[in-house]
């Protein structure tokens, strides 16, 4: 060979190249310069010599896979050029992370197994952006995580301590509810059932309730302090078998509306006004001790008038249908599907389900 | 669904990588990830920097909500905690203010900020001190007293007290056995009239507030100052640091900014013609001159005359003669000072400008001595300025650098 030609040759033979083999087995050559930009890669040259031939290809580790890797050195082989402006990096950076999420979060992960840290934190970034800022939907779609919370998870923990107000009005109509039903009961002549002490915690009754801007407009806390007095002083009377089955459904009925989301406040809403419904029901609730010293005094008197608005509405509604929804439910006999009654924002009723169906 | 549990990747990242993505998201936005599946429940609960500010918080729901939610967050938490931030407009002093601070004793705290924005101050319960790890400390509308056996922050490097009230002997000791403290903050404190700082690492220094006797001690380390004092010292007002001292503690100084009463508090003693020293690293200079005050002009010349190495130099006048140490009489002191160049000025601010005798002289003698000066930023006072007459003042003056350009703003409305 001549000088020429030998000289046309030589830069091509000059540069060297890293050998690197991914879990699957798959081996790729990489510039050496771009592979050092990998601390990982770095060091185990430096350390085992290993990557100098593809038979001592350096093995990566598993959750590098061939895609992954290209895209990674891809990056460093941008970046490891020192020429590069800020404004360059920033905006290769930027295209960079234009990739769907599987990808995203699979990159991340090569990338922290290889140390690669500025990868790691751009990508983290990314991710952290997706997140920040949406609705849980909004990130499950994102994401593709599976909706595999009950509704009840879903509105545990936190929500509840945000809502402690909601939750004691509830807690309140609830009771009311009961002493009402209680008292139509007494008035019919029946036996009063046994005692029964709801000893569902607080925390089950809060969890129905949507911690946003849910529909709990339409709650407003009775007035009827005097009414309270009065009944307890019954409360304490034992039941009758004949009222059992009845009150065993309304039960169900009951408990499976508070586990809904506003369902339960619906309601309850209707039956804070019970006083003005004309309900006829057979069942009851069981008792509940409850001490009503201290209702109304959170409330501010602007949300008391919305509260009263929406209760009046509420009732007026369910005041024609209720009578007949109630024996259709109690004619279910022992069948125990929820009933999803639900609520959206502004406090009207969307559907009954299971009701609907004759 | 099959497919789903494929594409999901991002629950199974590991617990590094997410801790990563949490330090980036907002505090509401990380509790909010434990609707999003069964597997996210729980993965918020060890994330170890917590922050409680209006932005997460809401704002509407008042102080006892933020507690309850507060409350919360620290039951479910899990592991160390780093930081510890609450600053809400909502937070009032109360009782559990004091078992958060206990039950983050436990936990290796290293930032701590909290900020009462009430009127109410809180009172500090003395496990603060405990925080043996504390490296940042933000304290805003408290009443701190130190426990008798405290012995310092070992670590701490930053601390910004505002709006607290604290003894002289309180801020003494807190200052005192910092030995890594960098920056310190004083915003409005109330109690102490004195403090005296020899910190060796000490980079960054702000005090604000009503005037507090200063001693520094070769703070050599000292690169950026900023003093404002919203009233001036008393006349019999002890004061243990004199001019000379003062400003010779600070010598290797990058940026000083002295605002409010502060210069004239230093006036009071008696100023050298020329400082024994030089600010050969001084890039920034800016500050608040009384231009009725004979005293307050010669220090201002005399700083600028030994800040060789200037590169931008801002003057806010203002004139008050019953502020005046000494009342101007004559100018001809104040020029005869007037002698030095200025040999890497490039930028220089004025501001509240009327056009006075004072004034011109000033900007007379930098656009003289200023060889590579490019920009003379000059902004009147609102009001009572001839401008015609002054512009043609300013047009006669000579230029040491041909460059510079002389920009008049137009006054704010």
């Known amino acids: 060979m001549s000088e020429g030609e030998m000289a046309i040759i030589k830069p091509e033979v000059m540069k060297s190249y890293i050998w690197l083999q991914t879990a699957d087995g798959s081996i790729q050559q990489v510039e050496e310069e771009v592979a050092m930009f990998c601390p990982m890669i770095c060091r185990e040259i430096l350390q085992t010599g290993m990557g100098s031939s593809k038979n001592y290809a350096i093995s990566l580790p598993q959750k590098v896979n061939p895609t992954t890797l290209s895209l990674i050195l891809d990056y460093c082989r941008f970046h490891q050029l020192p020429g590069r402006s800020n404004k360059e990096r920033k905006s290769f950076d930027e295209k960079f992370i234009r990739i769907d999420t599987k990808r995203l979060c699979e990159l991340t992960s090569a990338a922290d197994s290889l140390q690669l840290k500025p990868l790691v934190d751009l990508t983290s970034r990314a991710l952290a952006r997706m997140i920040e800022g949406k609705t849980p939907e909004e990130i499950r779609e994102t994401f593709h995580l599976p909706d595999d919370l009950t509704e009840e ?96 459904e309304m039960d169900d009925l009951s408990s499976a509306c508070c586990k809904e989301d506003e369902s339960g406040n619906v309601f309850m809403a209707s039956h804070s006004k019970a006083a003005k419904l004309k309900v006829a029901v057979d069942g009851f609730p069981p008792k509940v001790e409850f001490d009503d010293g201290d209702i109304d005094d959170e409330l501010d008197p602007a949300m008391k008038e919305e509260l009263d608005r929406e209760v009046e509405d509420f009732a007026r509604r369910l005041n024609s249908d209720w009578p007949e929804r109630m024996q259709e439910i109690l004619s279910l006999g022992q069948d125990r599907k929820l009933v999803s009654i639900s609520m959206n924002g502004n406090g009207s009723l969307r559907r009954y389900t299971s009701l609907e169906r004759r | 669904m099959a497919s789903c549990s494929t594409l999901d990747m991002l629950s199974n990242l590991p617990e590094n990588i997410l801790e990563n993505i949490f330090s980036r998201m907002s505090m509401r936005s990380v509790v909010r990830t434990s609707v999003l599946s069964t597997k996210w429940r729980y993965k918020w609960i060890s994330v170890p920097h917590l922050t409680f500010n209006d932005n997460c918080m809401p704002v509407s729901r008042g102080h006892d909500i933020l507690v309850k939610i507060v409350n919360h967050v620290l039951l479910l938490h899990r592991g160390p905690v780093v930081t510890f931030r609450i600053a809400s407009s909502q937070l009032q002093t109360c009782s559990d203010i004091d078992s958060w601070i206990l ?27 405990s925080y043996g790890q504390l490296t940042h400390l933000i304290l805003n509308g408290c009443i701190i007293v130190h426990p008798v056996t405290f012995k310092g922050f070992s670590c701490l490097k930053s601390l910004l007290l505002e709006k607290v009230t604290l003894s002289n002997a309180t801020l003494e000791i807190l200052v005192s056995t910092c030995p890594q403290l960098e920056r310190l903050t004083l915003i409005d404190i109330d109690g102490p009239s004195h403090i005296e700082l020899n910190n060796p690492k000490l980079k960054f220094l702000y005090i604000f507030g009503n005037f507090i006797d200063i001693c520094l001690k070769d703070l050599s380390t000292l690169d950026s100052a900023n003093f404002c004092a919203t009233n001036a010292a008393h006349a019999d007002q002890q004061r243990t640091c004199n001019f ?77 003669k019953e502020s005046a140490i000494v009342p101007v009489m004559d100018l001809q002191e104040a020029r005869d000072q007037m002698k030095c160049t200025f040999n890497k000025l490039r ?40 401008e015609v007459l002054m512009l043609k003042e300013l047009l006669r003056f000579k230029r040491a650098s041909p460059q510079a350009e002389i920009v008049y703003l137009d006054p704010k409305i």
């Open chain 2, 244 to 320: 000379t001292n003062f400003f010779g503690s600070i010598l290797s100084i990058q940026k000083l900014v002295i605002r409010g009463c502060f210069l004239q508090s230093l006036a009071i003693d008696d100023v050298p013609r020329r400082l024994p020293f030089t600010y050969d690293h001084m890039k920034s200079l800016s500050f608040t001159l009384n231009e009725e005050d004979m005293k307050e002009i010669l220090i201002a010349i005399c700083l600028l005359k030994s800040s060789p190495n200037l590169q931008e130099v801002e003057i806010l006048l203002w004139r008050s």
């Open chain 1, 153 to 248: 998870e879903k509105l545990e923990p936190l929500r509840n301590t945000a809502d402690d107000l909601r939750i004691r009005l509830l807690n309140r109509l609830y009771a009311r509810k009961r002493k009402e039903l209680k008292e139509k009961q007494k008035m019919k002549n029946v036996e009063v059932e046994e005692e029964r002490v709801d000893d569902r915690s607080v925390d089950d009754l809060l969890s129905f309730i949507n911690g946003g801007d849910g529909g709990f407009e339409g709650v407003r806390a009775p007035k009827n302090k005097k009414k309270n007095q009065r009944r307890k002083g019954h409360s304490k009377d034992p039941s009758t078998n004949d009222v059992n089955k009845n009150h065993k």
């Open chain 2, 103 to 129: 039950y983050l004793s436990f936990h290796s705290v290293k930032e701590f900020k909290l900020q009462i924005s009430q009127s109410k101050r809180h009172n500090l319960p003395q496990c603060l001190f």
């Open chain 2, 347 to 386: 930028v220089v601010k004025i501001s509240k400008f009327l056009g006075r005798e004072i004034e011109l002289e000033f900007i007379k003698f930098i656009l003289a001595n200023s060889p590579v000066l490019e920009t003379m930023n000059i902004s009147p006072a609102t009001n009572g300025v001839d």
